[in-house]
């Protein structure tokens, strides 16, 4: 295969030693602009005595401290609506995402126009990579909480977007029968989902005529037996892709290789791993594993410097013979006890802090059960067991007010086991909120 195959040769298969030198300017830059405009790593840096002075050869970023998730929820409480991480005009920023949060309530990603521009090219790079092409009509059945727009934006540079949304199935199904739709992009479990939708409308799914399926959100695509069973059952191939809301929206994507997801946001933000206990650098090389750790590199909205993305990934390879040179990943996991519900980030401390707002027919005690390892144990209705007390409510009524209220909250179905006062466990510490079933 030719570096023609890529979408941005110069990106694509730029050397080690180039790319290392251009981040670093890069990273200078950046590490200036959020000096000068973000009040958060203004304190930050200050605090962690860091300067773009310190940064003389590309190693001596791993000094610079890290940017957890939670410290952007609570700058973002605190400076509503974007954060003291903002470091543009609020004005310039041009679209606004959001995620579900611990609490909850949503957190706010801003993108101004040339932010928005880059995170295109990232996707179109990797969607290209994964086997787009203009002939491709894509319907997009991602939910609204993750960066449905930057994969838009992709499909209708390369082929064609038919925007339709989650549980919508008919919609689909009439996107491919009558708008000749004949590639997918969903989370990796939807496509199961999916084929069982078309039984039980006497469809089969090869009818479709589906070409490619874009997976991701899940671990699910990388399970061999998962990918043989979607792929079988629908005759096409599943190609998967990854990104985050947080740092850019796809950016890693496999090759028709499909040794591993290779990195392609090169230019627009840099991936280190880490050891998730000890946060020291761990090197990217063949079958090393960590946690991802990311850097924007040109963002003005909301730059993100050391970014702990909580994916837990192995390094699949360094070489491939596509010819692109960015390394390759598989996720492995997530670093904390965060579900995936179809493809929707569920935190088990927000599900604690829904049920306990039924106070007083509720405790607040609650504890998630995981009958299967993850992915197939996040599917939903997810089972909570909920204490409650029988004087303060209706135990019918009760259950189907908590599963309405987490479905409007936090986007996720869950299938509420009442219990009495005192039937689940108290720990001293940290509550366990997460029981897996199959361990047990
Ligand atoms: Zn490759």
């Known amino acids: 295969m030719t570096h023609a195959a890529c979408w941005n040769p110069g ?25 000068a405009r973000s009040p958060f790593y203004q304190q930050k840096l200050g605090a962690a005595g860091r300067t773009t002075a310190d940064l003389k050869q590309l190693e001596a970023f791993s000094e610079f401290p890290f940017t957890e998730k939670a410290e952007l929820r609570e700058s973002q409480l605190a400076t509503p609506p974007f954060g ?29 126009t040339r932010d928005i521009a880059s995170w295109r090219e990232a996707a179109v790079r990797s969607f290209w990579c994964a086997g787009l092409r203009p002939e491709h009509r894509v319907p997009v059945v991602v939910s609204p909480f993750v960066v449905a727009a930057s994969y838009a934006d992709a499909f209708e540079t390369i082929g064609t977007c038919i925007p339709v949304g989650v549980n919508m199935t008919d919609r689909l199904i009439d996107a491919f029968r009558f708008a000749k739709a ?30 490619v399926i874009f997976g991701g959100g899940e671990p699910g695509a990388s399970i061999p037996w998962v990918r043989q069973q979607i792929e079988d059952t629908f005759g096409c191939r599943l190609m998967e892709v990854s990104g985050n809301g947080d740092y850019c929206a796809m950016a890693w994507a496999e090759c028709e290789h499909r040794i591993g997801m290779h990195f392609m946001a090169q230019g627009i933000i840099h991936p280190e791993l880490i050891d998730p206990d000890t946060g020291a650098p761990v090197k990217i090389e063949d079958g090393a594993r960590g946690e991802l750790v990311c850097t924007s590199l040109q963002r003005e909205s909301q730059p993100l410097l050391r970014f702990r993305t909580r994916d837990h990934v192995e390094v699949t390879h360094t070489r491939c013979h596509c010819g692109r040179t960015g ?14 519900v179809r493809g929707v980030n569920v935190y088990p401390s927000a599900v604690r802090d829904v049920i306990a707002s039924f106070a007083p027919a509720t405790n607040g005690v609650m504890e998630i059960q995981l009958h299967k390892a993850p992915p197939e144990g996040w599917e939903p209705p997810v089972h909570i067991k909920v204490e409650h007390d029988p004087q303060a409510a209706d135990a019918a009524g009760l259950k189907a007010a908590i599963e309405a209220r987490l479905r409007e909250k936090l986007i996720f179905r869950a299938d509420i086991e009442l219990v ?3 039937a689940l466990p108290r720990y001293e510490y940290k509550a366990q909120l997460v029981k897996k079933c199959w361990l047990a």
Do not use: W
């Open 182 to 211: 004949n590639a997918m992009l969903c989370t990796s479990s939807y496509p199961l989902h999916f084929a069982q939708a078309l039984a039980s409308r006497d469809i089969d799914p090869r009818s479709l005529g589906l070409k």
């Open 327 to 340: 390394f390759g990943i598989r996720i492995i996991g997530r670093t904390d006890d965060m579900l995936i």
């Open 420 to 422: 009495p006062p005192l």
């Open 84 to 112: 003291a991480h903002l470091a543009c005009d609020p004005q310039d920023v041009r679209r606004v995402y959001s995620t579900s949060g611990t609490t909850g309530r949503p957190t706010y990603i801003g993108l101004t």
């Open 11 to 35: 990106a694509e298969t730029i050397d080690a030693h180039t790319l290392a030198r251009h981040t670093l300017n890069q990273l200078r830059q950046q590490v200036d602009y959020v000096l």
